[in-house]
């Protein structure tokens, strides 16, 4: 079946270090793809999104996330993480000609001060 | 811009009877909005795409009938659980479709005792 996945349930990391989180997902074709944030009791925030063009994206708070076409992936990564990038990260992906979006299983990032 | 609202934010309820929540795109209009369950340390699933002025699409595996979404407007979708019970207890999250992205609300707890 057509997925996204999320290779980390649960990462913990010192501030300061550097982060990255896996997404791949296994739809052929064209799609378009997104990191969304949620914080402790808040909605999903959008990090960012890739259409088309520099598969190298920025984001919001210092976060970006680099398109591989031929390993199907879109990684999330800060250089140096903070106590506040605790949350849980979701990577989503909206298929192509549809227009829902699905979503990987999320991986929960816990920052130690 | 681009911001949507859910109400309640936080509902309990009885067995055996029914919930409305609402959706509403605060400054844009939406044809397409989609409702998702969260449960608790999971992803977002999908539960239905809200096209205005038509029927939802169901995903497999969710009740039309007991999850009835109605789209009267292009700023309104309405998914109202019937005869809910406590499996039905889940975090609610709708969606507004705008160009390529999709806006969250903030999410409705629904609590069935």
């Known amino acids: 079946a057509q997925s996204v996945s999320q290779h980390n349930h649960h990462v913990i990391l010192s501030e300061a270090a550097s982060l990255e989180l896996g997404c791949n997902y296994s739809y052929g074709g064209t799609v378009n793809l997104f990191w969304y944030v949620q914080y402790p009791g808040q909605h999903l925030q959008l990090l960012l999104k890739?259409?088309?063009?520099?598969?190298l994206v920025k984001g919001i708070k210092g976060f970006e996330a680099e398109f591989i076409k031929s390993k199907f992936s879109f990684n999330l990564r800060k250089p140096s993480v903070q106590w506040s990038d605790t949350a849980e990260y979701f990577c989503a992906v909206n298929p192509p000609l549809g227009n829902d979006m699905r979503f990987g299983a999320g991986t929960r990032l816990t920052v130690k001060p | 811009g681009a911001v949507v609202s859910q109400h309640p934010s936080r509902v309990i309820c009885k067995s055996g009877t029914s919930v409305k929540i609402e959706c509403r795109s605060l400054d844009f209009q939406a044809t397409t909005m989609f409702w998702y369950r969260q449960f608790p340390k999971q992803s977002l699933m999908l539960m239905a795409t809200?096209?205005?002025?038509?029927?939802?699409?169901?995903e497999q595996g969710v009740e039309k009938d007991k999850f009835l979404i109605n789209h009267a407007s292009l700023t309104l979708s309405t998914l109202t659980v019937t005869s809910a019970h406590p499996e039905d207890s889940s975090f609610y999250i709708c969606?507004?479709?705008?160009?390529?992205?999709?806006?969250f609300g903030p999410g409705t707890r629904l609590t069935v005792l």
């Open positions: 969606s507004a479709r705008r160009y390529n992205e999709q806006f």
């Open positions: 890739y259409f088309s063009g520099d598969p």
């Open positions: 809200s096209n205005e002025g038509s029927k939802a699409t169901y």
